[in-house]
C-alpha cells in the first residue's frame, strides 16, 4: 500500500461512514469514521517513507500497523503539528476531542445516532473537521 492507496481509502471511507449514517446503521457509521482518521493518517506516515509507500511488514514499524491514533500521529511525526493547527481553532480542537473517545475496540459496541453523527461531523467538518486537519499533512 502507499500513499494514494490510503488517501483513497479515506475518501471512500468517509463516504461509506455516510451512506451508513442515511442507512441508520449507526454502529457501523460510528466504526467507519474512526477508519477514515486511521487511513488518512497512514496516508502522512507514507509521506514520511520511501516513494511514498507504507511499511512493507509490521517489524519494521509496528506502530506504524497499528490502530492506535496516538502511535500513528508519533509515526507520521504530525503531533506538533496538530496540536498548533487545535490550538488556532478552537472548533477542530472540540472535534479532535470527539475523535479521541473512537477506538477500534469500537466495532464491538453499539452507538446511538447522535454519537454517530457527532463523530461523523468531528471527522467531516470540510473547515474545522479532522479529515480536513490531516489532509494539510498528507
Not at 441508520?24 to 493518517?41: D, F, R
Not at 500521529?73 to 473512537?102: F, H, M, N, Q
Request: glycine content about 4%; overall charge negative; charged content about 30%.
Amino acid at each position: 500500500m502507499n500513499r494514494s492507496d490510503f488517501q483513497e481509502l479515506a475518501e471512500l471511507h468517509l463516504r461509506h461512514a455516510h451512506a451508513l449514517l442515511d442507512a441508520q446503521l449507526y454502529s457501523g457509521a460510528y466504526y467507519m469514521c474512526g477508519y477514515v482518521v486511521e487511513c488518512a493518517l497512514k496516508a502522512c506516515i507514507c509521506k514520511r517513507t520511501k516513494q511514498d509507500d507504507f511499511y512493507p511488514r509490521p517489524d519494521e514499524a509496528r506502530n506504524a500497523w497499528s490502530h492506535e491514533r496516538r502511535h500513528l500521529i508519533s509515526v507520521a511525526d504530525v503531533g506538533k503539528t496538530i496540536d498548533d493547527d487545535r490550538r488556532a481553532d478552537p472548533t477542530l480542537d472540540i472535534y479532535w476531542k470527539e475523535v479521541e473517545g473512537w477506538t477500534v475496540e469500537s466495532r464491538y459496541e453499539k452507538h446511538s445516532q447522535r454519537e454517530a453523527e457527532n463523530l461523523y461531523d468531528a471527522v467531516s467538518h470540510p473547515v474545522h473537521g479532522v479529515f480536513a486537519c490531516i489532509k494539510r499533512h498528507w
